[in-house]
């Protein structure tokens, strides 16, 4: 009976891999937000790489700051209306509002692009643990965001760097 050829691990997969590591060893109690980062920012390409970082920094920091003003909205409201129902259905309706902001705003700015990553921060900060230190958090997600950007590249660059990188420096 003969084994099938299977593919080899490539060299991107094992990229993948150390810089997921990385990010496991340096964020161990919440590693989410920097290992699925740095898997989006490893691309075939070190320019590819460059773009995709921005893609995600720009949107990460853009959706955790709208995602904060409309947390606070939120905040506001649920402990204004007395109604709980309606409270919560109000803060459904700022959540809304605040996706149509950031998909208007990014399409300002021709970055339409970073609109899924900065709408799903903002969900992130206003629909999930945010309520008990929501300054803490988004700050968090940033920051853990921004070092899983900073690893990525860092290993597309310096563990052979892909096929353009000697094109443009050498």
Do not use: W
Request: with cysteine.
């Amino acid at each position: 009976m003969q084994l099938p050829d299977l593919p080899k691990i490539g060299l991107r997969t094992t990229k993948t891999a150390l810089a997921v590591f990385l990010c496991l060893s340096l964020f161990p109690a919440e590693p989410f937000f920097a290992c699925m980062t740095t898997i989006f920012c490893l691309q075939d390409t070190s320019s590819n790489s460059r773009k995709m970082a921005f893609i995600r920094g720009f949107g990460t920091i853009l959706g955790g700051a709208i995602g904060l003003c409309f947390l606070y909205v939120c905040r506001f409201v649920k402990q204004t209306i007395p109604i709980s129902y309606l409270g919560t259905l109000c803060t459904y309706l700022i959540i809304a509002l605040g996706i149509i902001t950031i998909i208007y705003l990014l399409n300002l700015l021709k970055r339409q692009g970073c609109i899924p990553i900065a709408c799903i921060v903002f969900l992130a900060v206003t629909t999930a643990n945010a309520y008990k230190a929501p300054v803490h958090y988004t700050l968090n997600r940033i920051i853990e965001t921004l070092f899983g950007i900073i690893i990525g590249l860092l290993v597309n660059h310096f563990v052979t760097p892909p096929k353009d990188f000697h094109k443009k420096v050498g």
